[in-house]
C-alpha cells in the first residue's frame, strides 16, 4: 500500500507546521536527526530504568515525529544531501534497536511464549529488515518503494498506542511489541514479492 494512504499522511499537517518553528530557529535537518534519536534514547531509559510507561508514548511519538520533521525542514530549505540522508537512516534504524530493547526488562506476561529476548529479537530483525529491504530496492533501481503496511511510522504509533494504555492493562505495551512481530516480517515478505516484479533482471551478453 503506498504511503500516501498511511499513517503519515495524518500527521502530515503537524509534521509541516513542526518544521516551520523549526526553521525560524534554523534547526539543521542533521541536528533534528540526531535529536529524533536522542529522545528515542531517552524513552528507552525511563522505561528499562523506572517503568515509566505513559513518558515512553509521549517521547517515542515525539520522537516519531521529528523523524518526519527532518525530511521536511530539507525540502523547504533546500538542503537535502547524501550526506544527511545517510545519517537520517542510520539513526533511524539505531532508534528502532533502543526503542525495544526495554522490553527486554519487562516481566512476560505470557510465561508460554517462552523467554522475552526472543520475542524482542524478532521484533527489531522484522523492523530492521523492513527498511534494509526499501533501501536495498531503491539502490537497484526500483521506484515507488514505500508500499507495506508496517513502515516506520506505523510500527511506531503501535508502541506509542499501547505503552499509552498501560494503566488499563499491563500487559497491552507487551502485546503491541509483539504485534510488531508479524506486521514487520509480513511487510518484509510483501516487500521482496513486490520488489521483485518491479526491479528489471540484468542481462548480459557474452562476446
Known sequence: MPSRYRLRRVFRPLVQWVSRVFIRFHLSPNSIS???FLVLCLASFLLFFFNLYILYGLLVFFGGLLDGVDGEVA??????????GYLDSFLDRLADIVALLPFLSIPNPF???????IWVFLAITGCILVSYTRSRATAAGAIDTDVGLGGRSERLFL????A??????PAIPYVGMLLLIPLSHLTVIHRVLVYNNRLQPV???KN
Open 111 to 117: 510465561p508460554i511464549l517462552g523467554p522475552s529476548w
Open 203 to 205: 542481462v548480459t551478453t
Open 164 to 169: 499509552l494504555l498501560h494503566p488499563l492493562n
Open 34 to 36: 540526531v535529536l529524533s
Open 75 to 84: 525540502r523547504r530549505t533546500g538542503c537535502t544531501s547524501a550526506t544527511g
Open 159 to 162: 508502541l506509542v498506542v499501547t
